[in-house]
């Protein structure tokens, strides 16, 4: 049996013909699926590159197939492939007869319009939350108000009409989106077992902490997000960290990740002149380049205005850093509340920062904390519940074919 896993996950094909993700989603993403089906169907962007190939994983492999040629950015792109794209969805559901949607995302949504008027059973794995993601300041577009309303009224429909679901958060996404079917909950992150810091390496860190005090050392704030839209919020944690010099705190920040807005960011930390301590990293691959910068940092700091379920946070716990976040989506699922702060609120960051910087022993507890609960992100913890969302779907499937049939 072949599934449609849809959503709105950039993609890349170059000349040789093969795919490779933006983001996550290399060929190592998709065996989870191919675990209990024969073949992966992929709608989501593919846009094309003159160049022969690049130096990361690919995406596409044996039994995983890129449905689409077409990509956009930005709602006036998307408004001129919408019919392409339409025409390509209405036929994907007319060919095939599993389904799962990864919401929100506009390449979802199309697919899910047919899907409704074709009666197909289908699942979901609820992923973010539009109403936040679209928040005011998260994204500049004058259709961000409707496309947030709107995006949160279809996720609802697509939820309640789902026969399975599966959440990213232990109870946060289904408050907002509930399923009136069989559901789950696991996260998009698998973390192997050799990215939880080991007791070795948990003495390294500890012993780097106790030079940093000893000595007056730099510390090092890290943030992981993309630059492609508002929501990350790096603007909100360079002038928190900006406040914190300005008190006399020895701080500086690693900046990974790119996009549109890698400009802005950049002039925002000259306005507050702090460049000289800011470091923009760029977009590197995912895995062991990521390992390597926070393993180089004695804080994470995600200050973002919505959020699923954040891998970049969880790799963090897993590497024994010290961890301060908003309070958004599932977040208050991994960090206690000591550890949480508003949204866009730089007073009460830097207030945080300054606290738990200031506080070794109260960091080596963070540390220890936050190992502890990002072993519920190993692999092995969520596959059983995985396969058991893909046995469940393929069951509804069969009903649906008896019927048909009968």
């Not at 993700?21 to 169907?41: H, I, K, M, N, P």
């Not at 009460?348 to 963070?366: E, N, P």
Request: glycine share 6%.
């Amino acid at each position: 049996m072949r599934v449609i896993v849809a959503l709105s996950n950039r993609f890349i094909r170059t000349k040789n013909q093969n795919i490779y993700s933006t983001t996550v989603c290399d060929y190592g993403f998709w065996q989870r699926y191919l675990q209990a089906f024969d073949e992966v169907g992929v709608f989501g962007r593919v846009a094309q590159d003159s160049r022969e190939s690049l130096e990361k994983p690919c995406a596409n492999g044996q039994g995983v197939e890129f449905l689409c040629n077409t990509s956009y950015i930005g709602p006036w792109q998307y408004l001129k492939q919408r019919g392409k794209l339409n025409s390509l969805a209405k036929q994907i559901v007319r060919e095939n007869d599993a389904f799962i949607l990864r919401v929100p995302g506009v390449m979802a949504s199309l697919l899910w319009r047919h899907i409704i008027k074709s009666g197909k059973p289908y699942g979901v794995e609820v992923v973010g939350d539009p109403w936040e993601s679209l928040s005011p300041g998260s994204v500049k577009s004058v259709f961000r108000p409707i496309a947030r309303l709107y995006g949160t009224l279809r996720q609802k429909q697509q939820c309640q009409h789902a026969a399975v679901a599966a959440y990213v958060s232990e109870q946060c996404l289904q408050k907002s989106y509930p399923s009136s079917c069989w559901s789950t909950n696991y996260s998009s992150i698998d973390l192997p077992d050799d990215v939880i810091l080991n007791e070795s390496e948990l003495v390294s860190r500890f012993d780097r902490l106790d030079d940093i005090f000893v000595n007056n050392r730099t510390f090092n704030i890290c943030h992981v997000g993309t630059m492609s839209a508002m929501y990350k919020a790096q603007d909100v944690l360079m002038e928190a960290v900006s406040i914190c010099r300005a008190d006399g705190l020895n701080v500086k920040l690693t900046l990974i990740g790119d996009g549109q807005y890698h400009d802005v960011f950049k002039k925002k930390a000259e306005e507050l002149g702090i460049e000289q301590v800011v470091k923009f990293v760029g977009r590197i691959p995912p895995g062991q380049p990521v390992i390597d910068q926070l393993d180089q940092a004695d804080m994470f700091i995600l200050p973002s205005l919505t959020e699923g379920l954040p891998r970049s946070l969880i790799e963090a716990m897993a590497r024994g850093l010290p961890c301060i976040a908003t309070d958004v989506g599932g977040i208050s699922e991994l960090l206690d509340d000591s550890c949480l702060v508003a949204p866009a609120n730089v007073p009460q960051l830097s207030g945080i920062i300054k606290l738990i910087l200031t506080d070794k022993v109260r960091m080596k507890r963070m540390s220890l904390r936050n190992i502890k609960n990002a072993k519920k992100y190993c692999s092995s913890e969520l596959n059983e519940r995985r396969l058991q969302f893909f046995k469940k779907l393929i069951e509804e499937i069969d009903k649906y074919a008896d019927n048909s049939y009968n």
